[in-house]
């Protein structure tokens, strides 16, 4: 396991970005809390410097079943339980809310779950299921981040794109009223059933957009540039991504059917980006690449940019 990913559970199959521990089903929130070893609280708790003279305006976020200090925060700071981050999916999803993945990482700094959406979607013939992904951290670094990651059921790629017509993440700073913030978070059902309906619109449109294989070699020699001043060796590795991305838009079964388009191209990058093996693998790339699918992938969301420009 990488370092940085402290504890997570995850749903039938080896999940793509092969981190965490199987489990038998998808279990329900209280069991999900246990499994994902998240079943902790963070306290806030008074800082003194060496001479036992409080710091004003300042408290450390520490977890209460180690000791572990997760953050110092403002006093304006407030906390967000991990069982309040899961009510929170419960209540906007319903009863039937079953978790696929759910974690620690960076030692209890930033917490995430990703939730199965009730819905799957028929576009293009397809099957295309929503999930959501809910983050939230310990540590004052970063908001709390709900975002809906769409995923093709045939080949597991991420189609999370960055539309200009539907927004698919909601966000809320650590101050001011908490609860009342995440009454208004419902709404994000419906920020994911619209981000569906515009990217279902955007799939038959680059479905429709046919693209030669001159335009697909620009692209991809576009995403994966060769630097200027580049070694031999590092413009061969270049060369050799990028015959990694044309086999997956010319070879991928699950994409032999497509046409010569810009769907299939995005599919291909998508493929690419999301399961691609790197030539040098870090010790955190597992989870920065899990991370992506709330943030968007930089090499997705820039093809997307070029067949738009097209």
Request: with cysteine; charged share 30%.
């Amino acid at each position: 396991m990488a370092a940085n990913v402290e504890t997570m559970f995850y749903t039938r199959e080896k999940p793509w970005h092969g981190l965490g521990t199987g489990v038998a089903e998808a279990p329900n929130s209280t069991d999900a809390l246990r499994l994902a070893g998240l079943d902790w609280k963070v306290i806030q708790e008074p800082i003194y410097t060496d001479a036992g003279r409080k710091i004003p305006g300042y408290k450390a976020n520490v977890r209460n079943t180690d000791r572990k200090v997760l953050g110092v925060v403002t006093d304006r700071y407030k906390i967000i339980q991990n069982r309040e981050a899961f009510a929170f999916t419960d209540a906007l999803m319903g009863s039937g809310v079953r978790y696929e993945t759910a974690g620690a990482l960076q030692e209890g700094r930033k917490v995430w779950l990703l939730a199965r959406m009730p819905r799957e979607y028929i576009i293009s013939g397809e099957r295309i299921s929503p999930y959501l992904v809910f983050s939230n951290t310990h540590d004052g670094s970063g908001a709390v981040r709900v975002a809906v990651t769409p995923i093709r059921v045939v080949c597991n790629n991420t189609l999370n794109l960055a539309l200009r017509t539907a927004k698919r993440g909601w966000s809320m700073v650590h101050t001011g009223d908490i609860r009342g913030k995440i009454r208004e978070a419902k709404d994000t059902l419906f920020m994911a059933e619209k981000y569906m309906e515009s990217l279902g619109k955007e799939i038959e449109k680059l479905r429709r957009q046919k693209l030669s294989d001159g335009q697909i070699k620009e692209y991809m020699e576009l995403l994966l540039p060769v630097e200027k001043g580049a070694t031999d060796a590092q413009a061969k590795n270049v060369r050799k991504l990028r015959e990694d991305m044309a086999e997956r838009y010319y070879e991928a079964p699950d994409l032999k059917d497509v046409g010569n388009n810009a769907y299939r191209f995005i599919n291909a990058v998508s493929d690419f980006a999301t399961h691609a093996s790197p030539l040098r693998r870090t010790a955190n790339y597992k989870e920065n690449l899990f991370i992506r699918t709330m943030d968007g992938n930089p090499v997705i969301d820039r093809a997307y940019q070029l067949v738009g420009a097209a």
